[in-house]
């Protein structure tokens, strides 16, 4: 839901669809990642460069992702997280 991906062959694009998500996760997180812009940090600086770019839906999921693989890192070394 939140992982980007693409299928592109010559001219012809299409974006596939995921069966397999996690929609209270997906809701939590992207509701998480719209909160960043209130607190000066690394994710507000992101969200905000994106959003910039590509408008603010895109940037609300790509702060999501950012943040599920954050949590992931975190979770796997077993190390606080320290914004550095």
């Known amino acids: 839901g939140v992982a980007p991906g693409i299928h592109q062959s010559g001219s012809k694009t ?3 669809s995921r069966k397999q998500v996690n929609y ?3 809701y939590i997180i992207v509701e998480c990642a719209g909160r960043t812009t209130l607190k000066k940090s690394k994710l507000q ?3 905000f460069k994106i959003r910039n770019k590509k408008g603010w839906k895109t940037a609300r999921k790509a702060t999501a992702r950012k943040m ?3 949590i992931w890192h975190i979770l ?3 190390i606080p997280y320290h914004e550095s």
Do not use: A, I, Q
């Open 14 to 16: 299409r974006l596939p």
């Open 68 to 70: 599920l693989t954050l």
């Open 45 to 47: 600086s992101y969200y």
């Open 76 to 78: 796997e070394e077993k």
């Open 24 to 26: 209270w996760l997906k």
